[in-house]
T-cell receptor, first 114, second 112 residues
Framework: DAGVIQSPRHEVTEMGQEVTLRCKPI?????LFWYRQTMMRGLELLIY????????DSGMPEDRFSAKMPNASFSTLKIQPSEPRDSAVYFC????????????FGPGTRLTVL | GDSVTQMEGPVTLSEEAFLTINCTYT??????LFWYVQYPGEGLQLLLK?????DKGSNKGFEATYRKETTSFHLEKGSVQVSDSAVYFC???????????FGAGTRLTVKP
């Protein structure tokens, strides 16, 4: 298996633009997690899905952020409109049976909002 | 809420030195505890985990024991190598919950 795939690896955009980050989890995994990593706040869980259904989105910072998982092999994290404080590395991870199972992380998307 | 606190870095050691990275947690109930490692430019990888008190997780020479009495999960390795240079994250998942809380991370540099 290729592991968790994220795209793009790097994204530079201007304030106010819409940004869409993409993730393909490992086949057969039932859980998908989105994280944000910054120097100031460390690694934060934003939202997670179980069998394509969002279970807990309490970590999503505000309404500008939204996440979807239309099928078992694809998820998106969208920011609209983007702001400079959204600059961070965004990771997607998947696991077979939940957080206590091994989470496999993608390589991350480094987002820079100018 | 549930959280973990780990020692601040950076930590710099010589090859073959003994490593300890402290991690303590605050939680209700019985969380699961983890150590993840992040190499430059990569995502996190699970290093080891423990799901109940007194369990010892181990992998690649690293060990950590789930100590409920001291609410700790310290990471240890008897002899570090240059290839162990990375950022190490302590994390917990609350009991019966798929939330994950990570510590701030500790950067380890091992010099030859």
């Amino acid at each position: 298996d290729a592991g968790v795939i994220q795209s793009p690896r790097h994204e530079v955009t201007e304030m106010g633009q819409e940004v869409t980050l993409r993730c393909k989890p490992i086949s057969g995994h039932d859980y998908l997690f989105w994280y944000r990593q910054t120097m100031m706040r460390g690694l934060e869980l934003l939202i997670y899905f179980n069998n394509n259904v969002p279970i807990d989105d309490s970590g999503m910072p505000e309404d500008r952020f939204s996440a979807k998982m239309p099928n078992a092999s694809f998820s998106t994290l969208k920011i609209q409109p983007s702001e400079p404080r959204d600059s961070a590395v965004y990771f997607c991870a998947s696991s077979g049976t939940g957080a206590t199972d091994t989470q496999y992380f993608g390589p991350g998307t480094r987002l820079t909002v100018l | 809420g549930d959280s973990v606190t780990q020692m601040e870095g950076p930590v710099t050691l010589s090859e073959e030195a003994f490593l300890t990275i402290n991690c303590t947690y605050t939680a209700t109930g019985y969380p699961s505890l983890f150590w993840y490692v992040q190499y430059p430019g990569e995502g996190l990888q699970l290093l080891l985990k423990a799901t109940k008190a007194d369990d010892k997780g181990s992998n690649k020479g690293f060990e950590a024991t789930y100590r409920k009495e001291t609410t700790s999960f310290h990471l240890e390795k008897g002899s570090v190598q240059v290839s162990d240079s990375a950022v190490y994250f302590c994390a917990l998942s609350p009991y019966n919950n798929n939330d994950m809380r990570f510590g701030a991370g500790t950067r380890l540099t091992v010099k030859p």
